[in-house]
């Protein structure tokens, strides 16, 4: 599924606001070890993000390459801004940045994912944020995850994924080092658990 089929009014698939937690024999090493954040799931396809990808690129490197301040004001960014989360989302459109976030900020082109969660992939969040007017819980990742129609249903009856409801803190937690076998624990499932059943035909 592509990020421009994701509509405020569309219907809530059964995936939606779901984990996707990778299983260790998974092929594509874009999602070894990868948790995976839902947020469109039709027969159209899904789209999500990687929730646990580290990625180098800083908040003021976002603004400065948006021309939204020069290498000057950029020295004179605020804590909480040159603090703000970047992540790497997925492997599609990796040079667009999209902003999963608390539904306390809203814009005429922010879609709500969840009951609690929104994403916002307009400049104007970017510009909200570097200004102090950034919702309570966010963060930025660059590139998504998709696929295509029944792509994501096939992989899942292969065994290729755990799913499960997400949790707020799990999202938007800075500690990406070990959210894998956090979100693991949400289904009370350990990952030497897994490498057991994965050596099982």
């Not at 992540?87 to 990796?94: A, D, I, L, R």
């Not at 963060?139 to 009856?157: K, N, R």
């Not at 290729?160 to 707020?168: D, I």
């Not at 990952?191 to 059943?197: D, F, G, H, Q, V």
Request: with cysteine; aromatic share 8%; net charge negative.
């Amino acid at each position: 599924m592509a990020f421009s089929t994701l509509k405020k009014d569309r219907e809530r698939g059964f995936l939606d606001g779901q984990l996707l937690i990778a299983m260790p024999g998974m092929a594509d090493g874009n999602f070894s070890r990868a948790v995976v954040y839902i947020c469109a799931h039709s027969p159209a396809g899904a789209m999500g993000f990687i929730i646990n990808r580290k990625q180098p690129v800083t908040f003021a490197d976002v603004l400065l390459h948006l021309g939204l301040i020069d290498k000057t004001d950029a020295i004179m960014l605020p804590q909480h801004a040159r603090d703000f989360p970047i992540q790497s989302g997925g492997p599609v459109e990796t040079g667009r940045g999209f902003v999963l976030h608390s539904d306390d900020y809203t814009s005429d082109s922010s879609i709500p994912v969840s009951d609690d969660i929104s994403l916002t992939a307009t400049v104007d969040i970017v510009r909200a944020i570097s200004e102090g007017r950034s919702p309570r819980r966010a963060t930025m990742l660059l590139g998504y995850a998709g696929w295509g129609p029944g792509q994501l249903e096939f992989e899942l009856a292969n065994n290729g994924w755990l799913n499960c409801p997400a949790t707020e803190d799990l999202i938007f937690d800075r500690a990406l080092d070990n959210k894998y076998d956090r979100a693991l624990a949400l289904m009370g499932v350990s990952p030497a658990m897994l490498s057991m059943e994965a050596g099982h035909a």
